[in-house]
């Protein structure tokens, strides 16, 4: 996947941001990505409780995930190109439990992802 001027932010989801209701109401789009996984991480679940975030999802429980040093561990999601502004939006969906950080893929490439806080 190359970067385009146009969306030049990669950001892996591995939950509800792959969902067209959540990203039509966030960002407006549908995005397009393609399959990807990140390694050394494991998936868990936390309650979400913010009205908004139920809202839009439609579910009272998201996935989030944790580095592990669990051999073999992979969380797997799709990798979407987003701009500057989808990527604010992101920020402002998210609840406090999770934290963006940057990570390497298993396809080589780096992306922003949301993070157990």
Not at 43 to 68: F, Y
């Amino acid at each position: 996947m190359k970067r385009s001027t146009e969306y030049p932010v990669l950001l892996f989801s591995y939950g509800t941001l792959q969902d067209k209701t959540v990203q039509l109401t966030h960002f407006g789009r549908e995005l397009v990505g393609q399959h990807d996984a990140m390694l050394g991480y494991a998936q868990s679940w936390v309650e979400i409780t913010d009205p908004q975030v139920l809202a839009s999802s439609g579910k009272t429980h998201h996935p989030i995930v944790a580095p592990t040093l669990e051999a073999g561990a992979e969380v797997k999601g799709m990798v979407f190109q987003i701009t500057e502004a989808e990527l604010a939006a992101a920020d402002a969906y998210e609840v406090s439990d999770y934290k963006r950080v940057e990570v390497a893929l298993a396809s080589g490439l780096t992306a922003w992802v949301y993070v157990q806080a």
